[in-house]
């Protein structure tokens, strides 16, 4: 009796350490592909592009700075972000 429950734990430690190693490896993956998808969006801002933050708001780029992007917002006014919260560009 102990050796068919030992059998049958050591299968399901297989099971999960397989799952495990395999959700690992699509998971690193899809990672490494949305790095590559941010890298080229940041590189591929310039000024007058109308952009969406991850935060729902909408704008068109007035500066471009290193690590910051000015703003324009309907209302008018020129905020300043963080070139990372630019979640697409609208045009």
Excluded: C, H, P
Excluded at 16 to 42: D, I, M
Excluded at 61 to 80: F, H, N
Aim: hydrophobic share 50%; aromatic share 8%.
């Amino acid at each position: 009796m102990w050796e068919m429950i030992l059998a049958a734990s050591i299968v399901v430690l297989v099971f999960l350490f397989l799952f495990l190693a395999v959700s690992s490896f699509l998971n690193g993956k899809n990672l490494k592909r949305q790095k590559g998808y941010f890298a080229e969006l940041q590189q591929s801002l310039k000024k007058g592009q109308k952009i969406k933050l991850y935060g729902g708001i909408i704008g068109e780029i007035q500066a471009l700075g290193k690590e910051t992007v000015d703003l324009r917002v309907k209302s008018g006014t020129v905020i300043e972000v963080e070139r990372s919260a630019v979640a697409e560009i609208m045009q």
